[in-house]
């Protein structure tokens, strides 16, 4: 690790100073093998990685790629080394890759870049070195050569500053501890390609071994100017949870995903994998709402190459990689298991652990983290680079074993739990800075909140502090409890969940980060049935959401009581709070003033409540429209009628349009009267002060609710006192309902109170008693049996009770009861089944 360390602080001074000569609109990017890997065919790669594989190979440069190809084969193919030591005032430090023997390499940046810089080690023995490069548009670009060493140098340099610079070596061996035969090399660019071609290779084979030569040299880390784009900042901010929303990260529990709230350990299950596998390496997309996972501890790991998506916009679990090989990422003996995940700027990271499963520790092998590039239009798979490795044993032990990895800000967070050498290694994927830090806490899963707070999240959870050190850890507690020895798989990145919203106008949700808004459970909701989004659904009509906790939404009666039903479901075991609101002063907001509350027991069955509102102040306009909000929620979570908006973790919220009602003030109507005249019905009102213009509509109903006109007429002339009278010569069937709409001159039309005329025929049901103070019972007379429906309504329309009733051949009796806030008065009790409806009256006494 001191030597990491070491390597840390090298890297930092050259990138400093490379900056410096970065142009406007590039900044400085490296590749640092100490971070990579480079496969090769033989050792622990054998049977894993093939010689096509190997000659192709794409290394993250900054948020873009370098694609390294050449034409060495099996054990000319050296891979990550560090037997070459001799480094001062070469371009690259630490770790670097090792070539034998003649061949091509080619480095190709995906966008030009500038000032190139890398330097070729141990070039000796009478080997040539070619150098050529280009642009993205093929114009040969000019190559500036450095040698080191001074006098001792074995190179010399041909055509320096040219298109086609190279070197060539004495015969002479050189020390790997020498800088006597290292090149720097210098493209200022712009470049795309850069071409080494190594030639007359010599080898030393007899003598002192420290005098022989098997023709090895070496590739330095290499850096230049990019253009390519800055990681984002915040990336994870889409997810910022509302005001007292935790925020949540995910977390796999053998094989179910929970979310977590990182802050009090509480964890809430969401779903389940029918597969019955341990899920682990779990990475989730916040903005297309993705949670990719691979499975662990199966039978044949080696087997198992497979990435799973479960798609949280429809609940749906498909395969996403079917084999992470054909995209061109390796596996070993683990497979894609006991590995690590991560979800970044729109690229899926997934690490592969390099260790054996079996005994060995001296495989050589690199454990990898391959950036996954997605297509954006069609969500697939594109291709895997590589954007992180390190050892994963060394001869003696296994020095690396996930944890887990998250990435924040272009930074790769590796949490290494290996026994024998447990670390925390941040790699910053631009600059190519490794630091490398010895935590003081076991190293378990990783979770990135909204903010970018790194949490170790195992059976407990910890805030991570950045270096070597974890807060105070909380243990998760599940809902439902987790299940028996309990397996934590992978922690993921920030999750904020579905929720309700309601949907009125955007007014009645003034602040965007606390609107009325409730995370889901099965045992609280309104109504039959509850839908959840990821955002407000806002509706001028307040109809952007299937809402039914208030079935018929009734109309809102003007200088009046007003009273609605409303269906909730809580059996959740303890009581539940049912809040409502109606804007009574149609400001566009929702206040304290204009709520109720209701106090809703447990139960295994849904209920109807009542909401009464006893004379409400008002300023609505005849035939306005305005919003009703109704909200429930677990009464211990404290919501009053002054909490409109903001969040709760439980229950629904829905939000109605209705309309608003108008009725004649006495002192304009001085009487609206109904009478029989025989079999005809004479209906008279009288008017005070009346205007020129008034206009009056004469409507009357079989039931009360459904409304035909009578008979229209108009005022010509002024006067303090008129009366008028109309016939209706042709009443319905036992009961006509009589109404008087008055329209005033200059728009504003009012109504009067209702009047009823019978006509008995054969009855179907029977009040009684009638009057009555507070129980009664309604007996209903049915040839077949079947269903009816009993509703109360007042004589201004507003229903105040609905109840299904049973019948049976004959005449069956139905208790019921009117709400204890329903005033004294007369009220319109409809009876209807598939057959008939009738309509009584019925005296509520007090």
Known sequence: MQRLLRLFLAVMVFSSQANAQCVAGYSQAQLNWDAMDFLKTTGGYATYVTTARSQTQKFAF?????????????SAIGGISTAHTGETGAF??????????????????????????????DIDVNQRV?????????????????????????LTVSNNNAINARVDASGSAVASTSVNGTVNVTVAGPVKVVTIVVTNTGTITSGPSSGQEPGAFWLSDVSACTSAAAFPVNYFA???????????????????????????????????????????????????????????????????????????????????????????????????????????????????????TGNSVSTGRKTTVWRIDIDSLTGNATSAIMAFGLASDNGANKIHDWGDIAVYNGVIYDFDGAVAQPNINQYNMFTGALTVYTPTFTANQTGVDYAGNIYNVGTSVSLYNGTTGAGTAKVIVGTPAFPASPSVGDATEAFKPKADFGDAPATYDPNVDAPAVHELVTTLRLGGAVTDEWTKNTSLLANGDADDGMPTPTILINNSNYLTNVVVFNNTGANATLAAWVDFNNNGTFEASEGITQTVPSSNSAQTIQLFWPNPSTTLAAYSYTFVRLRVTSTSNGMTAANPTGYYNNGEVEDYRVQVNAFLLPSELLAFNARKDGARARIEWSIADEQPGTGYILQRSPDGLRWEELQRSQATTAAQQ?????????????????????????????????????????????????????????????????????????????????????????????????????????????????????????????
């Open 62 to 74: 900054a948020s873009e790629s370098v694609t390294i190809t050449h034409n060495y084969t099996g």
């Open 92 to 121: 690259g430090t630490g770790a670097d890759v090792q070539f034998s023997g003649n061949g091509t390499i080619t480095l190709t940046f995906k966008t030009d870049v500038r000032n190139v810089k890398f330097s070729l080690f």
């Open 130 to 154: 070619s150098f050529t490069a280009a642009n993205s548009l093929g114009v040969a670009q000019t190559i500036g050569l450095g040698v080191l060493g001074g006098a001792s140098t074995v």
């Open 238 to 356: 889409t997810a910022k949870p509302f005001t007292n929303q935790p925020g949540y990260v995910l977390m796999s529990m053998n094989d179910q995903i929970y979310q977590v709230d990182p802050v009090t350990g509480k964890a809430k299950w969401i779903f389940t994998d029918p597969a019955g596998q341990n899920i682990n390496s779990c990475a989730y997309d916040p903005y297309k709402k993705i949670l990719y996972y691979t499975y662990s501890l199966t039978a044949t790991p080696a087997n198992d190459k497979k990435v799973m998506k479960y798609d949280f916009n429809n609940g749906t679990i498909s395969t996403y990689i079917a084999d992470v090989t054909t995209i061109g990422i390796p596996t070993y003996e683990s497979g894609v298991e006991s590995g690590s995940a991560a979800f970044f700027n729109g690229n899926l990271y997934l690490g592969i652990e390099g260790y054996s």
């Open 722 to 846: 008129r009366a008028y009278v109309a016939i209706d010569t042709r009443p319905f069937d036992e009961v006509s309902y009589y109404r008087l709409q008055v329209r005033k001159p200059g728009g504003q039309h009012l109504w009067s109170s209702i009047r009823e005329l019978h006509w008995p025929v054969g009855s179907l049901f029977t009040i009684r008693p009638n009057p009555v103070y507070n129980d009664a019972r309604v007996d209903v007379t049915s040839a077949a049996g079947g269903r009816a429906m009993l509703r109360i309504y007042t004589e201004t329309g507003a229903m105040v009770l609905e109840q299904e009733l049973k019948l049976t051949p004959g005449t069956s009796s139905h208790p019921f009861r009117l709400p204890a806030v329903v005033p004294a008065g007369t009220y319109l009790v409809l009876v209807e089944d598939d057959r008939q409806r009738q309509v009584q009256r019925l005296l509520l006494r007090r």
